[in-house]
């Protein structure tokens, strides 16, 4: 399965992801779980996300953009309901982009809603639409009920709208006053709009002792195995495995350095390995350790490795001086994400987060899905 050509190999587990997915749903219910699949299925892919998630029972799926939800509709067909996150497009081309693919804008604007209702006028039957009120992340959405009322009013319910919505600020922080205080703003918005589906949960406030699940929640990130739950354990399973080849050794003696502006300094007589890969592939430049940053470990025959020195665009070194050289030569693998080491610890060791780290995977991998 390995491609001689690639940078290193994406192994991207499907039935980690659905199970992922049944897991966040049973502690939904009865309320409906969705799936969040922007940014390309936060890296793993859409057209192969979207499907395994649709066949563990997902129905409702919110991308960013209207190309995402077009990919979304190409993969499943017209039973899944697909929301547009990022709120109706400016240009009229765009917003034409809707009808066909009977994708959901996300209205959040006075503008935005005149532009919808436009855009539909001439429909047999309205077109089902979100509502987004902000509750705090001063971000998009109408910035208070009133204009959201003034926008819809009592009629938002025979214009189509079939959400109302909101997005927690800090709901990985259980303690947060902030959460109880966008809940109660979402509860005034809820009878505002009575009658439709209301939706507010993202992936860690499915977590929280409110339970403010509603009618409909909107995982994302953990349904790619991030932690719902920062400095708790990990109650999700990990969706992808990166492996990358050494491509050279060498042994360097004590004050030497690695990579560019030498960073990193040697202590001690020195094996180093290089690996196919750097920050074009997606892994941060911090991933090396500097004078400024502690950088990440990599895997390689089981035993942990640091990186070390500054990410190149193509290549990073580890140290190896711990592994026999018979278990570290050029062609065996290092792990950079795997069983040892997550998205979320990547993330951290780097000064980013896991997220952050997801989105930005590479395109010169040899991408492998398994268990779908």
């Given at each position: ?54 066949r563990a029972g997902c129905r409702t799926f919110f991308v960013a953009h209207v190309s995402e939800g077009k990919r979304v509709r190409a993969a499943l067909g ?44 001439n429909q047999a039957s309205p077109l089902p639409y979100a509502i987004h009120i902000d509750t705090g992340m001063n971000r998009l959405g109408f910035a208070n009920?009133?204009?959201a009322s003034g926008a819809f009013g009592s009629l938002a319910a025979d214009t189509g709208a079939a959400l109302a919505m909101s997005h927690f600020v800090s ?202």
């Amino acid at each position: 399965m390995r491609d001689p050509g690639a940078a290193g190999v994406l192994t991207i587990d499907l039935a980690a992801l659905a199970q992922n997915w049944r897991l966040l749903a049973q502690r939904a219910a009865p309320a409906e779980c969705g799936a969040v699949v922007k940014a390309n299925a936060y890296g793993i892919g859409i057209e192969a996300a979207a499907p395994a998630l649709y066949r563990a029972g997902c129905r409702t799926f919110f991308v960013a953009h209207v190309s995402e939800g077009k990919r979304v509709r190409a993969a499943l067909g017209d039973d899944a309901i697909i929301y547009v996150l990022n709120g109706l497009e400016t240009t009229a081309d765009a917003r034409e982009d809707y009808l066909a693919p009977a994708l959901r804008p996300v209205i959040g604007s006075k503008s935005e809603a005149a532009r919808w209702l436009q855009l539909v006028a001439n429909q047999a039957s309205p077109l089902p639409y979100a509502i987004h009120i902000d509750t705090g992340m001063n971000r998009l959405g109408f910035a208070n009920l009133t204009e959201a009322s003034g926008a819809f009013g009592s009629l938002a319910a025979d214009t189509g709208a079939a959400l109302a919505m909101s997005h927690f600020v800090s709901s990985e922080e259980p303690l947060n006053p902030l959460n109880d205080a966008q809940i109660a703003r979402f509860e005034a918005a809820r009878a505002l709009f009575p009658g439709i589906q209301a939706s507010l949960a993202n992936s860690s406030a499915q977590f929280l002792a409110q339970r403010p699940n509603y009618d409909l929640v909107r995982p994302g990130y953990a349904l790619y195995g991030g932690n719902p739950t920062p400095g708790q354990p990990n109650p999700m399973q990990a969706t992808v495995t990166l492996e990358i080849p050494i491509q050279q050794t060498r042994w360097i003696e004590a004050g030497e350095t690695v990579g560019y502006n030498a960073q990193w300094t040697a202590q001690r007589r020195t094996r180093l390995a290089t690996l196919l890969v750097g920050y074009a592939d997606g892994l941060p430049r911090t991933a090396g350790a500097t004078r400024d940053y502690p950088g990440a470990d990599v895997v390689i025959a089981g035993r942990r490795c640091a990186l070390v020195g500054r990410m190149s665009m193509d290549l990073c070194v580890a140290d190896i001086t711990d592994i026999p050289e018979d278990d570290a030569r050029p062609g065996a693998f290092a792990q950079v994400l795997g069983d040892q080491i997550g998205i979320d610890e990547l993330g951290a060791r780097c000064g980013t987060i896991g997220y952050h780290i997801l989105t930005s995977l590479g395109s010169r991998y040899a991408r492998v899905y398994r268990g779908g």
